[in-house]
């Protein structure tokens, strides 16, 4: 995998001892190219965290689009969580996922597990959300399973 230190896929990158930075804009080609590598792998539907400024998360995200599991459902904060039915096949986006409330973290976990894989989650955060999960604001079990590949597009 290309620029394998820059992307960690299946768990903590902390603990990992590995620094996540995408250099420059060209790199998303990486991640584009990783994110293909993962469907032709077949995994199942992996989820994806995004971590970054609104403006280049959303550049990610564009460019992401036309590999994106259909039909691409979104959630923004201040919006009540609607989730997709679990048995339906797509993608769900979480905009700034460290907003979801805790009833909405049980809400969002509970359907991962009742989904089983079907519908690919893509969570975009501005900053790391392991400070706001140490301190308990957001629930552990469900960092790790919206963590499953973590790219980090500051810049």
Known sequence: MENSSSLFVDGDRASAGIETVWPSLEDWSTA???????LLMRRPRTNLLLMGKEGIVQSVLDMLLPNLYAPVTYWHPGERLMLPP???????????AGWLTPPDQCRLLEWLELSAGRTQVISTIPSPLLPRLQAGEFHDTLYYRLNTVCMDVTS
Not at 32 to 38: E, F, K, M, S, T
């Open 32 to 38: 584009r190219a990783v994110h293909i590598d993962l």
């Open 86 to 96: 679990a048995s339906q096949f797509g993608t769900l986006i979480l905009r700034d």
